[in-house]
């Protein structure tokens, strides 16, 4: 999309749907238990996806629980 004063290509992540995607992400063997998911797991989580648009790539061991004190 142009941005509105740039007048040149810029990436929009519009917010409305990070919700059920990030959902999908913690089904099965990491779904959130009842206090939820940490923070820092949801961080890593949720660049893994969006970073990928502008070429950031999540080293798999982040997301691997073994990893984390």
């Known amino acids: 999309m142009e941005h509105p004063y740039l007048n040149r290509p810029w990436y929009k992540l519009h917010p409305c749907g990070t919700s059920e995607w990030?959902?999908?992400l913690f089904l099965g063997n990491a779904a959130p238990d009842k206090q939820g998911v940490a923070v820092d797991k949801?961080?890593?989580s949720w660049f893994s996806v969006v970073?990928?648009?502008?070429?950031?790539?999540i080293p798999f061991e982040m997301l691997n629980?073994?990893?984390q004190p």
């Open 42 to 44: 949801y961080l890593v």
């Open 51 to 57: 970073g990928q648009v502008v070429g950031l790539r």
């Open 22 to 24: 990030m959902l999908l």
């Open 65 to 67: 629980d073994s990893n």
